[in-house]
């Protein structure tokens, strides 16, 4: 039995379950069994990876299908110390309407603290039905200074070319670029560093079939100096790339964040979630599309629980990138703690490359286990999107709403319309609740899944562990953004996490 199957277990059978409704102050409650189809692929990458020495690594996999799914895992591993990698295979079906958990420790025979670990990286796939969703949620203890942990949606398809608007590096964080090379030929990996409008800055090296590489921009002087960075990752083979960066004490917190690359520079971004609460410090980077000749003006504007909103003009110049203190600006009339927020370049020609970290101390409270906190670092490249057209599905894999966990869903609505969110969770037991969100023009709402699922005791069988494991299908009959933030304080590590569901474009794309 995995770990964290074992302390689902334990704790929920320690706590007693309560019925109070408090879902944010805002939602309808309505739960009932209704079938749900949000986006899904057939195919998911996940290049970063990592069990044992302190690692715990799931895979989580969400069916909003009608219909069954067989599923396979190939993993790409190298044993520490080991000069050849390692391949393993396993298959399991996924039942519609449904969410099952992997536990990779236990597929690898690698036990979080065991001391021969191994690096890898996962390639998700199904074939006999319209596709699936997949996310990688993944704890540490004792690594660069951090006990903490990241969570990802893995990437549909491979590219060969990627974009980061943030590289930490020196004192703001240590970064690793993982690049994964699905193919049956070597690539040729270029990765380029735009740092504080100077020449930019190229590094190369092969990366071979099957396998995975890593960049570490720590070692470049100019990196370190200038702390961060904007990235284009070129290839001559089709690969997939993500970041993972460590924040061992920089501002006031310890934590760790990954992101997958993004596939193009966009003219907007909008951020759901955000929050400049007491102990937290939220910033926005904006990078110019490598590609830009002339600096790019743009504007950010601020959307508050409220719906007050504020405006910035700002310009980011070539080659150069800009931090937005959301902190510094979120006193405008009627702003709350708790703010969204749009990028957009003034210039429909023009692109960007945007990404939003949250650096957070938490106190955290669950019907299971009141008053426990946590402390972490999330990084969110949001949903390139306007405010008149945009995604109205998203889907996510990931969630956990027992013990030591909060999970909330940010809902930004950054149309002139009122509009009503729906929000259906499925668990691992095949149950399904629905709510319905009211979030007005210009105005954004958070929306406490922790409590809706505690809350449905009428459709889920909340004395069985697997009941507070959720996927989620979030949509609307208008254009809104959705991001998914976690909170928690279990297997020796404190962290939070935050990204946007998968959409029908990222399936198109």
Known sequence: MSRRKYVIMILAALYALTAVLAIAGVAQAQSTQVAASGPVSQSWFLPEGRVGAGFVQWITVGNPNSSDCTVNIQYDYTMDGASTGLVKTVSFSVPHLSRHTQYVNGDLNIKQFATGAATLSTIVSTSDCPGIVVERPMYFSGFHGTSSGTDVLGATQPGKTWYFAEIPSGSAGETFLSVLNPTTSDAHVTVTYYVGGIAPISVSQTVHANSRGTFQPNGIAQLVTHQHAAVKVTA???????????????????????????????????????????????????????????????????????????????????????????????????????????????????????????????SGSNPKTPGWSAQGVSDSPGVPMSTTAGPQVYSFAEGFASANFNEWLMLVNPTSADENITVQLTNMLGEQSTNTVPVGAHSRVSFDVTSMVNNSSNVFSLSKSAAYAVSATVSADGPFAAERVMYWNAFSTKGTSALPGFTQAQVAA
Do not use: C
């Not at 929050?275 to 743009?298: C, K, M, Q, Y």
């Not at 003009?313 to 009339?333: A, C, I, P, R």
């Not at 703690?337 to 370049?345: E, F, L, M, R, W």
């Open 236 to 362: 001559d083979q089709p690969i997939v790339v993500e970041r993972a960066s460590y924040f061992p004490g920089i501002n006031g917190v310890s934590g760790s964040a990954a992101v997958m690359g993004i596939a193009a520079p966009a003219n907007s971004w909008v951020f759901a979630a955000g929050t400049v609460r007491s102990g937290a410090l939220e910033n926005i980077t904006i990078a110019a599309d490598p590609g830009a000749s002339a600096a790019i003006p743009f504007t950010i504007t601020l959307i508050s629980a409220s719906g007050a909103t504020a405006s910035f003009d700002e310009t980011v110049d070539v080659h150069g990138q800009l931090v937005f203190n959301v902190n510094t600006n979120n006193t405008f009339s009627g702003h709350t703690d708790d703010v969204s927020a749009i990028v957009a370049a003034k210039n429909p020609d023009d692109k960007l490359l945007v990404q939003r970290q949250i650096f957070e101390s938490y």
